[in-house]
């Protein structure tokens, strides 16, 4: 079976592979100029002229559309609790599906290594830890230990001393700590090397890739997607047939889905990013914090000037929020990390960068099937953690063939 991959970001190039590997033909549709060009580091400044530059001719939600669609979004979002309150809560938390997936994706990832001899990319650090300075938060996660350990989730829980002996730079907040958990693997590890693998393992097992193409619509007819309509890199129409079709374009998924009466239910979040130069070695971590009270992500990076401190902070976009970065986040961010990490970096020298993603409401991936029959859903992974594409793309691609998932995260009809 021909299947048009629409996406050729980390979790369209995976689900391509997969899909290569169950024996269908592929075609991966993105308008970069490289395969997983994000993950690699490749995405340049778009030129006039270039298949980006013509991203104008994408339906977006704006005016009274953007308006219509947040009504539905809302009206869907009391609809749903108010079936929640008469059928009860549902049996399964959403966090369970979470570790599923990241379970099921560690063990694929490794699979794929052994098999392909497919490097996962190195490590920025020496693990991760998520670091608990609230009591009733700690004793939450605690709570839910053993379920998570039979669900696979390779978390140690750890004590303060012990948190404080694996990673020294804690020790200012020794008192503030009501505990930790502890990973051997980084989830937040550069992904360039296994994206850069991936893609060489696609284009040898026979993937075809149409880099530079914009997809510009959907095209329904007697209730299946007829074709895909795109524009080449000189502006040119170009008409894609396959008998299956995987929507992965991330959060450009939504207004093609829109169109033909699919509800995705993404919100938008913006991640503010501050890399500041260490101080001093010994007050730097060398292990990926995750401060659960402040909401950071504090990993350190070596570079060729010297190492720094990439701090990230998460909020949820408000549908009239504007682009420009937010001063006071920032400024929340530097004391925070002054507070638990004090003199380890520089603050007179922080740089502020932002990016925009895509989750959705449960931060449950949206994979699987939609209410046109040949039409497949791989977006909004819903966790920052990359290697959880892997488990989507596997699981998209048996969905496709017929197959059922070797793994249960939820998947939904749209």
């Known amino acids: ?93 959403p966090r369970d599906y979470l570790v599923r997936l990241a379970a099921y994706s560690r063990q694929s990832a490794r699979a794929l290594g052994d098999e392909a001899g497919l490097s996962q990319g190195g490590r920025t650090s020496a693990g991760q830890m998520n670091v608990y300075t609230d009591t009733a938060d700690f004793n939450d996660r605690v709570a839910r230990d053993l ?33 930790a958990t502890y990973s051997s693997e980084d989830p937040a590890r550069d992904p360039s090397q296994f994206a850069a693998s991936i893609v060489f393992l696609c284009r040898a097992a026979g993937v075809r890739f149409l880099t530079r193409h914009t997809v510009v619509s959907l095209k329904e007819r007697d209730g299946r997607i007829h074709h895909v309509e795109a524009l080449d890199a000189n502006g040119q129409s170009v008409r894609l047939r396959g008998q299956a079709y995987v929507l992965a374009l991330g959060a450009s998924s939504v207004p093609h889905a829109e169109e033909l009466g699919i509800h995705m239910p993404l919100h938008f979040v913006r991640e503010y990013i501050v890399t500041m130069p260490i101080l001093d070695t010994a007050r730097a971590p060398r292990i990926a914090l995750r401060d659960r009270q402040g909401k950071l992500r504090i990993t350190r990076v070596g570079s060729p000037t010297g190492d720094f401190l990439r701090i990230s902070h998460t909020v949820r976009m408000n549908n009239d929020e504007q682009s420009e970065p937010d001063s006071d986040h920032f400024e929340a961010m530097l004391r925070r990390v002054r507070q638990i990490l004090p003199g380890a970096a520089d603050p007179s020298r922080a740089s502020l960068d932002t990016a925009v993603h895509a989750v959705s409401r449960d931060r449950l991936p949206l994979i699987g099937k939609t209410r046109v029959p040949n039409l497949f859903l791989n977006a909004a992974p819903g966790t920052p953690t990359w290697v959880n594409a892997i488990g989507a793309g596997k699981s998209i691609a048996r969905i496709v063939t017929g197959l059922r998932p070797e793994v249960d995260i939820a998947f939904k009809p749209l």
Do not use: F, N
């Open 1 to 93: 079976m021909r299947v048009v991959v629409l996406g050729a970001g980390l979790l369209g190039v995976t689900a391509a592979y997969y899909l290569q590997q169950l024996g269908h033909e592929v075609i991966v549709v993105d308008r970069h100029a490289t395969p997983a060009a994000k993950a690699r580091g490749r995405v340049l400044q778009d030129a006039p002229g270039t298949a980006a530059s013509l991203s104008a001719a994408i339906p977006a939600r704006s005016g009274v559309l953007g308006r219509m669609s947040r009504v539905r979004e809302a009206v869907r979002r009391q609809m749903g609790k108010l079936i929640d309150r008469v059928i009860g809560a549902p049996a399964v938390d």
């Open 147 to 179: 379920r998570w350990q039979a669900l696979g989730c390779e978390e140690q829980l750890i004590s303060p001393d012990e948190a404080i002996r694996m990673e020294p730079a804690l020790h200012p907040i020794h008192d503030e700590l009501a505990g």
